[in-house]
């Protein structure tokens, strides 16, 4: 979402007056995400094959959250 210089990321640092890697370079820090960096597509897609695994056949009803540490919780 962030990383295409033509899609969405791209576009809110033209309007932000700013370059695209500026942009990203400072989105951690402004998001307040606590790994520093932004997730990669395939730590994502790692998760996905993992629950489509037998060894995750019994993970019923579960939120899996791949933010970095975005959202704080108590």
Do not use: C, Y
Not at 21 to 28: E, T
Not at 51 to 66: E, K, Q, T, W, Y
């Amino acid at each position: 979402m962030w990383t295409d210089p033509d899609g969405f990321g791209g576009k809110v640092a033209a309007a932000s007056g700013l370059g695209h890697g500026d942009l990203l370079a400072g989105l951690p820090g402004q998001m307040g995400i606590a790994s520093g960096r932004l997730t990669e597509p395939a730590e994502v897609a790692d998760l996905v094959v993992f629950l489509l695994s037998d060894r995750a056949a019994n993970i019923h009803g579960a939120d899996h959250v791949v933010d970095g540490g975005t959202l704080k919780t108590v």
